[in-house]
Protein backbone atom coordinates (compact mmCIF):
# COMPACT_ATOMS: atom_id res chain seq x y z
CA UNK A 1 0.00 0.00 0.00
CA UNK A 2 1.50 3.63 -1.17
CA UNK A 3 2.31 5.31 1.96
CA UNK A 4 0.37 8.06 1.44
CA UNK A 5 -2.93 6.04 1.64
CA UNK A 6 -1.60 4.28 4.90
CA UNK A 7 -1.49 7.76 6.33
CA UNK A 8 -4.99 8.88 5.10
CA UNK A 9 -6.19 5.41 6.52
CA UNK A 10 -4.55 6.31 10.05
CA UNK A 11 -6.19 9.89 9.94
CA UNK A 12 -9.33 8.66 8.80
CA UNK A 13 -9.74 6.09 11.68
CA UNK A 14 -8.46 8.62 14.40
CA UNK A 15 -11.14 10.93 13.17
CA UNK A 16 -13.80 8.17 13.16
CA UNK A 17 -12.71 7.39 16.92
CA UNK A 18 -13.23 11.05 17.62
CA UNK A 19 -16.34 10.55 16.38
CA UNK A 20 -17.78 7.79 18.51
CA UNK A 21 -17.34 9.66 21.55
CA UNK A 22 -18.94 12.70 20.47
CA UNK A 23 -22.90 12.86 21.12
CA UNK A 24 -25.40 12.47 18.16
CA UNK A 25 -26.83 15.65 18.75
CA UNK A 26 -26.29 18.68 20.46
CA UNK A 27 -28.66 19.30 23.39
CA UNK A 28 -29.50 23.15 24.44
CA UNK A 29 -32.01 24.70 26.90
CA UNK A 30 -32.64 27.64 27.85
CA UNK A 31 -32.40 29.93 31.95
CA UNK A 32 -35.54 31.22 32.15
CA UNK A 33 -35.59 32.08 35.89
CA UNK A 34 -33.02 32.47 38.56
CA UNK A 35 -34.71 32.22 42.33
CA UNK A 36 -31.87 33.09 44.31
CA UNK A 37 -29.18 29.77 44.34
CA UNK A 38 -31.87 28.29 41.65
CA UNK A 39 -31.57 28.29 38.31
CA UNK A 40 -34.26 27.21 36.40
CA UNK A 41 -33.69 25.64 32.97
CA UNK A 42 -36.62 24.76 29.94
CA UNK A 43 -35.85 23.06 27.12
CA UNK A 44 -33.09 20.56 28.43
CA UNK A 45 -34.20 17.19 30.34
CA UNK A 46 -31.72 16.63 32.94
CA UNK A 47 -30.55 13.44 35.15
CA UNK A 48 -29.72 14.59 38.99
CA UNK A 49 -25.96 15.02 39.63
CA UNK A 50 -25.41 15.85 36.07
CA UNK A 51 -23.62 18.81 35.08
CA UNK A 52 -24.65 21.54 32.52
CA UNK A 53 -22.56 24.73 31.73
CA UNK A 54 -24.13 28.19 31.58
CA UNK A 55 -22.80 30.19 28.51
CA UNK A 56 -22.34 34.27 29.79
CA UNK A 57 -21.04 34.93 25.81
CA UNK A 58 -17.65 35.37 25.09
CA UNK A 59 -15.10 32.74 27.36
CA UNK A 60 -17.49 33.32 30.49
CA UNK A 61 -19.27 30.17 31.64
CA UNK A 62 -20.64 28.69 34.35
CA UNK A 63 -20.67 25.17 36.35
CA UNK A 64 -23.73 24.11 37.44
CA UNK A 65 -25.34 20.88 39.14
CA UNK A 66 -28.84 19.64 38.49
CA UNK A 67 -29.90 18.90 41.96
CA UNK A 68 -33.96 18.54 40.61
CA UNK A 69 -36.71 18.61 38.38
CA UNK A 70 -40.18 19.47 37.85
CA UNK A 71 -41.95 18.37 34.25
CA UNK A 72 -39.62 19.82 31.62
CA UNK A 73 -38.27 22.14 34.19
CA UNK A 74 -34.91 21.38 35.34
CA UNK A 75 -33.31 22.85 38.41
CA UNK A 76 -29.70 23.81 38.57
CA UNK A 77 -27.40 25.29 40.92
CA UNK A 78 -24.47 26.69 40.61
CA UNK A 79 -20.89 24.75 41.51
CA UNK A 80 -19.19 28.54 42.32
CA UNK A 81 -20.72 31.96 43.22
CA UNK A 82 -21.69 33.90 39.99
CA UNK A 83 -21.17 37.41 39.74
CA UNK A 84 -23.65 38.34 37.05
CA UNK A 85 -25.99 36.15 34.62
CA UNK A 86 -28.32 37.30 31.77
CA UNK A 87 -32.00 35.68 31.06
CA UNK A 88 -32.05 33.24 27.90
CA UNK A 89 -28.72 32.54 28.54
CA UNK A 90 -28.19 28.82 26.97
CA UNK A 91 -27.64 25.93 28.89
CA UNK A 92 -25.28 22.83 27.78
CA UNK A 93 -24.66 19.15 29.04
CA UNK A 94 -21.21 19.71 30.38
CA UNK A 95 -18.89 18.50 27.74
CA UNK A 96 -21.22 18.63 24.73
CA UNK A 97 -19.42 20.86 21.84
CA UNK A 98 -21.36 23.77 21.18
CA UNK A 99 -21.80 26.41 18.33
CA UNK A 100 -20.25 29.86 18.83
CA UNK A 101 -19.00 32.35 16.53
CA UNK A 102 -17.33 30.21 13.94
CA UNK A 103 -16.56 27.14 15.76
CA UNK A 104 -17.33 24.30 18.08
CA UNK A 105 -16.37 24.83 21.36
CA UNK A 106 -16.55 22.10 24.57
CA UNK A 107 -16.73 23.29 28.05
CA UNK A 108 -15.20 20.79 30.41
CA UNK A 109 -15.02 20.50 34.13
CA UNK A 110 -12.15 21.79 36.13
CA UNK A 111 -9.51 19.54 36.68
CA UNK A 112 -9.96 17.06 40.15
CA UNK A 113 -7.52 15.03 41.82
CA UNK A 114 -8.41 11.20 41.36
CA UNK A 115 -9.28 9.16 44.75
CA UNK A 116 -5.66 7.74 45.50
CA UNK A 117 -2.48 7.82 47.59
CA UNK A 118 -1.24 11.48 45.58
CA UNK A 119 -3.94 13.24 47.42
CA UNK A 120 -2.23 12.46 50.61
CA UNK A 121 -0.38 16.21 51.84
CA UNK A 122 -2.89 18.03 49.26
CA UNK A 123 -5.54 20.33 50.25
CA UNK A 124 -8.57 20.03 47.41
CA UNK A 125 -12.08 22.03 47.87
CA UNK A 126 -15.56 20.06 47.88
CA UNK A 127 -15.37 18.96 44.24
CA UNK A 128 -11.97 17.38 44.72
CA UNK A 129 -10.24 20.55 42.68
CA UNK A 130 -6.59 21.30 44.63
CA UNK A 131 -6.73 24.83 46.20
CA UNK A 132 -3.00 24.58 47.22
CA UNK A 133 -1.17 25.58 44.57
CA UNK A 134 0.90 22.30 43.35
CA UNK A 135 -1.47 21.69 40.21
CA UNK A 136 -2.90 17.85 39.19
CA UNK A 137 -0.90 14.84 39.69
CA UNK A 138 -1.80 12.56 36.74
CA UNK A 139 -0.67 9.62 37.57
CA UNK A 140 -2.53 9.19 40.64
CA UNK A 141 -4.54 5.72 41.00
CA UNK A 142 -8.41 6.82 40.47
CA UNK A 143 -10.85 4.58 42.37
CA UNK A 144 -13.97 4.28 43.11
CA UNK A 145 -15.24 4.20 46.75
CA UNK A 146 -17.78 2.01 48.66
CA UNK A 147 -20.78 3.50 48.76
CA UNK A 148 -22.38 1.36 51.30
CA UNK A 149 -22.06 -1.63 52.98
CA UNK A 150 -23.69 -4.82 53.61
CA UNK A 151 -24.34 -4.11 57.49
CA UNK A 152 -23.76 -8.15 57.71
CA UNK A 153 -20.56 -7.56 56.36
CA UNK A 154 -19.67 -4.93 58.56
CA UNK A 155 -16.25 -6.15 60.95
CA UNK A 156 -17.19 -5.85 64.33
CA UNK A 157 -15.25 -2.83 66.53
CA UNK A 158 -12.80 -4.99 68.65
CA UNK A 159 -10.14 -2.66 69.71
CA UNK A 160 -9.65 0.68 71.10
CA UNK A 161 -7.74 3.52 68.89
CA UNK A 162 -5.48 5.91 70.53
CA UNK A 163 -6.96 9.37 70.79
CA UNK A 164 -3.64 10.79 72.22
CA UNK A 165 -6.10 13.35 74.75
CA UNK A 166 -6.20 11.64 78.25
CA UNK A 167 -9.89 11.92 79.23
CA UNK A 168 -10.98 10.32 76.12
CA UNK A 169 -8.79 7.24 76.39
CA UNK A 170 -9.82 6.99 80.05
CA UNK A 171 -13.31 7.64 80.66
CA UNK A 172 -14.73 7.94 76.98
CA UNK A 173 -12.21 4.99 75.07
CA UNK A 174 -13.20 4.87 71.49
CA UNK A 175 -12.59 2.38 69.46
CA UNK A 176 -11.87 1.43 65.92
CA UNK A 177 -14.43 1.88 63.20
CA UNK A 178 -16.75 4.70 66.11
CA UNK A 179 -18.40 7.22 64.87
CA UNK A 180 -18.57 10.00 67.75
CA UNK A 181 -20.26 13.23 67.97
CA UNK A 182 -18.25 16.24 69.53
CA UNK A 183 -21.28 18.52 70.78
CA UNK A 184 -20.26 22.35 71.66
CA UNK A 185 -21.35 25.18 71.04
CA UNK A 186 -19.37 28.61 69.67
CA UNK A 187 -15.93 29.68 71.56
CA UNK A 188 -15.82 26.15 73.84
CA UNK A 189 -12.40 24.94 72.91
CA UNK A 190 -14.26 23.17 69.70
CA UNK A 191 -11.59 24.08 67.37
CA UNK A 192 -8.49 23.27 69.27
CA UNK A 193 -9.56 19.58 70.35
CA UNK A 194 -10.24 18.70 66.39
CA UNK A 195 -6.47 19.80 66.16
CA UNK A 196 -5.23 17.90 69.08
CA UNK A 197 -7.43 15.06 67.35
CA UNK A 198 -5.92 15.40 64.30
CA UNK A 199 -2.00 15.70 65.58
CA UNK A 200 -1.97 12.92 67.69
CA UNK A 201 -4.71 9.91 66.45
CA UNK A 202 -2.52 7.14 65.97
CA UNK A 203 -3.97 6.47 62.04
CA UNK A 204 -2.22 5.39 59.14
CA UNK A 205 -4.44 8.06 57.02
CA UNK A 206 -6.35 11.33 58.47
CA UNK A 207 -8.67 12.68 56.12
CA UNK A 208 -10.32 16.08 57.53
CA UNK A 209 -13.50 18.08 56.18
CA UNK A 210 -13.50 21.92 56.98
CA UNK A 211 -17.59 22.26 55.73
CA UNK A 212 -19.42 25.79 56.13
CA UNK A 213 -16.73 26.95 58.77
CA UNK A 214 -14.83 29.87 58.47
CA UNK A 215 -11.72 30.68 56.02
CA UNK A 216 -9.01 31.88 58.11
CA UNK A 217 -9.41 28.42 59.68
CA UNK A 218 -8.10 26.42 56.43
CA UNK A 219 -4.96 28.03 56.27
CA UNK A 220 -4.51 28.06 60.21
CA UNK A 221 -5.41 24.38 60.90
CA UNK A 222 -3.10 23.41 58.06
CA UNK A 223 0.11 25.40 58.54
CA UNK A 224 -0.29 25.53 62.53
CA UNK A 225 -2.40 22.71 63.79
CA UNK A 226 -1.17 20.06 61.60
CA UNK A 227 2.45 21.05 60.15
CA UNK A 228 4.23 19.17 58.65
CA UNK A 229 4.46 16.21 61.00
CA UNK A 230 0.97 15.35 60.19
CA UNK A 231 0.21 16.71 56.56
CA UNK A 232 2.38 14.25 54.82
CA UNK A 233 -0.53 11.49 56.29
CA UNK A 234 -3.74 13.56 55.54
CA UNK A 235 -6.20 14.89 53.18
CA UNK A 236 -7.96 18.29 54.03
CA UNK A 237 -11.02 19.11 52.20
CA UNK A 238 -12.40 23.08 52.82
CA UNK A 239 -15.60 23.97 51.72
CA UNK A 240 -15.99 27.38 53.75
CA UNK A 241 -18.68 29.41 54.63
CA UNK A 242 -18.14 31.88 51.65
CA UNK A 243 -18.97 28.16 49.21
CA UNK A 244 -21.98 27.58 47.70
CA UNK A 245 -24.40 24.83 49.38
CA UNK A 246 -23.56 23.18 46.92
CA UNK A 247 -20.17 23.15 47.35
CA UNK A 248 -20.76 22.77 50.89
CA UNK A 249 -23.16 19.60 51.00
CA UNK A 250 -20.22 17.72 48.14
CA UNK A 251 -17.43 18.71 50.24
CA UNK A 252 -18.60 16.58 53.29
CA UNK A 253 -19.40 13.95 50.66
CA UNK A 254 -16.10 13.96 48.81
CA UNK A 255 -14.69 13.84 52.75
CA UNK A 256 -15.80 10.59 53.26
CA UNK A 257 -15.71 9.10 49.76
CA UNK A 258 -11.67 10.04 50.17
CA UNK A 259 -11.62 8.50 53.63
CA UNK A 260 -13.71 5.35 52.49
CA UNK A 261 -11.17 4.64 49.41
CA UNK A 262 -8.12 4.90 52.02
CA UNK A 263 -10.45 1.76 54.07
CA UNK A 264 -11.05 -0.19 50.96
CA UNK A 265 -7.29 -0.07 50.37
CA UNK A 266 -6.33 -1.79 53.90
CA UNK A 267 -5.84 1.32 55.87
CA UNK A 268 -7.00 2.81 59.33
CA UNK A 269 -8.52 6.04 58.87
CA UNK A 270 -9.41 8.72 61.11
CA UNK A 271 -12.72 11.68 59.27
CA UNK A 272 -13.00 14.56 61.29
CA UNK A 273 -15.72 16.48 59.58
CA UNK A 274 -16.03 20.08 60.80
CA UNK A 275 -19.29 20.71 61.12
CA UNK A 276 -22.38 18.58 60.76
CA UNK A 277 -24.59 21.50 61.16
CA UNK A 278 -23.30 23.25 58.63
CA UNK A 279 -23.64 20.03 56.35
CA UNK A 280 -27.27 20.01 57.51
CA UNK A 281 -27.69 23.80 57.34
CA UNK A 282 -26.55 23.79 53.26
CA UNK A 283 -28.61 20.72 52.89
CA UNK A 284 -31.44 22.83 54.13
CA UNK A 285 -30.87 25.73 51.75
CA UNK A 286 -30.86 23.33 48.78
CA UNK A 287 -33.97 22.32 49.97
CA UNK A 288 -35.93 24.89 50.65
CA UNK A 289 -34.84 26.28 47.21
CA UNK A 290 -36.45 23.42 45.76
CA UNK A 291 -39.76 24.21 47.57
CA UNK A 292 -39.47 21.74 50.42
CA UNK A 293 -41.85 22.61 53.58
CA UNK A 294 -39.59 23.29 56.78
CA UNK A 295 -40.56 20.85 58.96
CA UNK A 296 -38.19 21.67 62.34
CA UNK A 297 -37.17 24.99 62.77
CA UNK A 298 -36.81 26.08 58.99
CA UNK A 299 -34.96 22.21 58.46
CA UNK A 300 -36.23 20.16 55.41
CA UNK A 301 -37.29 16.64 55.29
CA UNK A 302 -34.12 15.80 53.07
CA UNK A 303 -32.20 17.37 56.02
CA UNK A 304 -32.89 14.64 58.24
CA UNK A 305 -32.68 11.85 55.41
CA UNK A 306 -29.14 13.28 54.52
CA UNK A 307 -27.20 13.10 57.76
CA UNK A 308 -27.83 9.10 58.36
CA UNK A 309 -27.01 8.35 55.06
CA UNK A 310 -23.35 10.61 55.04
CA UNK A 311 -22.65 8.93 58.56
CA UNK A 312 -23.16 5.11 57.46
CA UNK A 313 -21.26 5.39 54.72
CA UNK A 314 -18.18 5.65 57.41
CA UNK A 315 -17.19 2.59 60.47
CA UNK A 316 -15.64 -0.81 59.37
CA UNK A 317 -16.37 -2.37 56.21
CA UNK A 318 -15.89 -5.97 55.39
CA UNK A 319 -11.95 -5.81 55.77
CA UNK A 320 -10.99 -6.94 59.15
CA UNK A 321 -7.65 -5.07 58.89
CA UNK A 322 -9.25 -1.96 58.20
CA UNK A 323 -11.38 1.24 59.55
CA UNK A 324 -12.93 4.81 59.46
CA UNK A 325 -13.43 6.02 62.88
CA UNK A 326 -15.24 9.58 62.34
CA UNK A 327 -15.25 12.61 64.70
CA UNK A 328 -18.30 15.17 63.68
CA UNK A 329 -18.16 18.13 64.89
CA UNK A 330 -22.35 19.67 66.05
CA UNK A 331 -22.52 23.29 66.94
CA UNK A 332 -25.15 23.81 69.54
CA UNK A 333 -27.04 27.09 68.69
CA UNK A 334 -27.54 28.88 71.68
CA UNK A 335 -26.16 26.03 73.83
CA UNK A 336 -29.63 24.01 72.95
CA UNK A 337 -28.64 20.28 73.43
CA UNK A 338 -31.85 19.60 71.69
CA UNK A 339 -31.62 21.53 68.57
CA UNK A 340 -32.80 19.30 65.46
CA UNK A 341 -29.43 18.46 64.58
CA UNK A 342 -28.28 17.59 67.45
CA UNK A 343 -30.77 14.83 68.21
CA UNK A 344 -30.97 13.88 64.89
CA UNK A 345 -26.86 13.09 65.30
CA UNK A 346 -27.39 11.83 69.06
CA UNK A 347 -29.13 8.81 67.44
CA UNK A 348 -27.44 7.62 64.46
CA UNK A 349 -23.95 8.50 66.13
CA UNK A 350 -22.11 5.50 68.31
CA UNK A 351 -20.97 8.24 71.10
CA UNK A 352 -21.42 11.68 72.12
CA UNK A 353 -19.02 14.21 73.39
CA UNK A 354 -19.86 17.19 74.96
CA UNK A 355 -18.27 20.22 75.24
CA UNK A 356 -19.08 22.51 78.56
CA UNK A 357 -19.11 26.11 78.24
CA UNK A 358 -18.90 26.05 82.16
CA UNK A 359 -15.66 24.80 82.15
CA UNK A 360 -14.54 26.64 79.60
CA UNK A 361 -15.01 29.78 81.09
CA UNK A 362 -13.19 28.20 84.41
CA UNK A 363 -10.09 27.53 81.91
CA UNK A 364 -10.73 23.38 82.11
CA UNK A 365 -9.40 22.83 78.51
CA UNK A 366 -10.58 20.17 77.07
CA UNK A 367 -13.79 21.37 78.68
CA UNK A 368 -14.83 17.48 78.29
CA UNK A 369 -18.04 17.03 80.49
CA UNK A 370 -17.80 13.58 81.48
CA UNK A 371 -21.40 13.26 83.45
CA UNK A 372 -23.14 13.94 80.06
CA UNK A 373 -20.67 12.09 77.50
CA UNK A 374 -20.60 8.67 76.31
CA UNK A 375 -18.57 5.67 74.17
CA UNK A 376 -21.50 3.38 73.09
CA UNK A 377 -19.07 0.62 72.48
CA UNK A 378 -16.52 1.16 75.46
CA UNK A 379 -17.38 -1.98 77.39
CA UNK A 380 -16.59 -3.61 73.79
CA UNK A 381 -13.48 -2.48 73.69
CA UNK A 382 -11.90 -2.25 77.39
CA UNK A 383 -11.54 -4.57 80.36
CA UNK A 384 -13.59 -4.92 83.15
CA UNK A 385 -10.64 -3.28 85.13
CA UNK A 386 -10.82 -0.47 83.06
CA UNK A 387 -14.39 0.07 82.68
CA UNK A 388 -14.71 0.34 86.64
CA UNK A 389 -12.20 2.54 87.22
CA UNK A 390 -14.01 4.84 84.52
CA UNK A 391 -16.76 4.62 86.60
CA UNK A 392 -15.49 5.51 89.80
CA UNK A 393 -13.95 8.39 88.11
CA UNK A 394 -17.59 9.32 86.78
CA UNK A 395 -19.22 9.02 90.63
CA UNK A 396 -16.43 10.98 92.11
CA UNK A 397 -17.15 13.98 89.13
CA UNK A 398 -21.12 14.01 89.53
CA UNK A 399 -20.85 13.51 93.45
CA UNK A 400 -18.27 16.91 93.42
CA UNK A 401 -20.23 18.22 90.84
CA UNK A 402 -23.23 18.13 92.74
CA UNK A 403 -21.91 19.16 96.65
CA UNK A 404 -19.59 21.63 95.25
CA UNK A 405 -22.28 24.79 96.09
CA UNK A 406 -22.86 23.26 99.55
CA UNK A 407 -18.62 23.34 99.89
CA UNK A 408 -18.40 26.56 98.85
CA UNK A 409 -20.66 28.34 101.24
CA UNK A 410 -18.81 26.44 104.30
CA UNK A 411 -22.33 24.51 104.44
CA UNK A 412 -21.03 21.03 104.52
CA UNK A 413 -19.98 18.95 107.50
CA UNK A 414 -17.29 16.41 106.61
CA UNK A 415 -18.16 13.10 107.26
CA UNK A 416 -21.69 13.44 106.50
CA UNK A 417 -21.51 12.33 102.83
CA UNK A 418 -18.21 9.50 102.73
CA UNK A 419 -18.54 9.72 98.49
CA UNK A 420 -18.09 13.67 98.55
CA UNK A 421 -15.52 13.42 101.49
CA UNK A 422 -13.80 11.23 98.91
CA UNK A 423 -14.69 13.32 95.43
CA UNK A 424 -13.17 16.74 97.68
CA UNK A 425 -10.32 14.30 98.61
CA UNK A 426 -9.22 13.61 94.96
CA UNK A 427 -10.43 16.67 92.90
CA UNK A 428 -7.19 17.99 92.75
CA UNK A 429 -5.57 14.75 91.14
CA UNK A 430 -9.28 14.59 88.88
CA UNK A 431 -9.04 18.06 87.38
CA UNK A 432 -5.07 17.04 86.74
CA UNK A 433 -6.00 14.05 84.90
CA UNK A 434 -9.02 15.39 82.85
CA UNK A 435 -6.95 18.64 82.14
CA UNK A 436 -4.69 18.42 79.13
CA UNK A 437 -2.62 21.27 77.16
CA UNK A 438 -3.19 21.88 73.38
CA UNK A 439 0.49 20.48 72.49
CA UNK A 440 0.51 17.67 74.49
CA UNK A 441 -0.34 13.48 73.54
CA UNK A 442 -1.03 11.31 76.26
CA UNK A 443 -0.58 7.61 74.74
CA UNK A 444 -3.64 4.56 75.90
CA UNK A 445 -1.06 3.24 78.25
CA UNK A 446 0.01 6.44 79.94
CA UNK A 447 -3.88 7.40 80.47
CA UNK A 448 -5.06 3.96 81.83
CA UNK A 449 -1.89 3.75 84.39
CA UNK A 450 -2.72 7.35 85.54
CA UNK A 451 -6.66 6.17 85.76
CA UNK A 452 -6.15 3.22 87.66
CA UNK A 453 -3.86 5.12 90.23
CA UNK A 454 -6.98 7.51 91.13
CA UNK A 455 -9.21 4.26 90.82
CA UNK A 456 -7.09 2.72 93.46
CA UNK A 457 -7.56 5.46 95.85
CA UNK A 458 -10.82 5.15 95.97
CA UNK A 459 -11.27 1.91 97.09
CA UNK A 460 -13.55 -1.23 96.75
CA UNK A 461 -16.46 -0.74 94.27
CA UNK A 462 -19.05 1.06 96.09
Given at each position: MHPQNSQSLQRLAAYSARLNIMPQSVREGRLVRVSGLL?????????????????????????????????????????????????????????????????????????????????????????????????????????????????LHRAPIHEPMDSGIRAINGALTVGRGQRVGIFAGSGVGKSVMLGMLARNCVADVMVIGLVGERGREVREFCVDVLGENAMHRSVVVAAPADASPLARVRGAYYATDVATWFRDQGKHVVLILDSLTRFAMAQREIGLSLGEAPVSRGYTPSVFAKMPELVERVGNGAREDASITAFYTILLEGDDVHDPVADTARGILDGHIFLSRELA????????????????????????EHQMAARKMKMLVSKYMRGRELLSMGAYVPGGDPEFDMAVKLWPQIQKYLQQDADDAHGMENSLSELMKIAAMVGGPK
Open positions: YEVQGLPMTIGDRATINLGGEQAVEAECIGFNGATTYLMPVDPVDSISPGAPVYPLGTPYYEGAAFKVQQAAGVLPLGQSLLGRIVDGFGRPIDGKGIDTHGIPGVPTRRVNPDSGHYPAIDIEKSISRVMPKVTSK
